[in-house]
């Protein structure tokens, strides 16, 4: 199975950041995205195996693309999407898991936890792909 990654990140620094870290772990099918008025339609085009997504973001803030990524997908799919943000309150972080985020992870990060929590969603979404088919 393919492991396809989209980034969407307003921030350019971010975005090579995390490239840098996702190739460095193996994976190369990459998509990244600094316009958050453009995520929606690459995510359907893309249709990633994860996403990671900035919350604070001009015009369309993450919420709203978490909200938008849910009405997208059929209710039995299993598309994880880890949130990775400056915003470390409380209330954000309730939000972002209420409207569907599996993960979240506060910026600054730490690299090698990205990493893993990023290997684990992949190798959950993997195991749910391979319970649903067979």
């Known amino acids: 199975m393919s492991q396809r990654i ?10 090579l ?3 840098s870290i996702l190739e460095r772990e193996g994976y190369s099918d ?6 958050p008025t453009a995520a929606m339609e690459t995510y359907v085009d893309v249709a990633p195996d994860l996403v990671l997504l900035d919350l604070m973001m001009p015009q369309v803030d993450g919420f709203q693309l978490l909200e938008a990524f849910s009405r997208h ?3 039995d ?3 994880p999407v880890l ?6 309150t409380l209330q954000a972080r309730r939000r972002a898991l209420s409207l569907g985020a599996k993960d979240f992870v506060a910026k600054p990060f730490d690299v ?5 929590r990023i290997s684990n969603l992949l190798e959950t979404r993997l195991l749910y792909e391979q319970l649903r088919q067979g």
């Open 6 to 15: 989209l980034v969407i990140d307003d921030e350019e620094a971010n975005i």
């Open 17 to 19: 950041l995390l490239r």
């Open 77 to 79: 799919e299993f598309r």
């Open 30 to 35: 990459i998509h990244t995205l600094t316009d």
């Open 83 to 88: 949130v990775l943000t400056a915003d470390t």
């Open 73 to 75: 997908d059929n209710p």
């Open 112 to 116: 090698i936890e990205v990493a893993l």
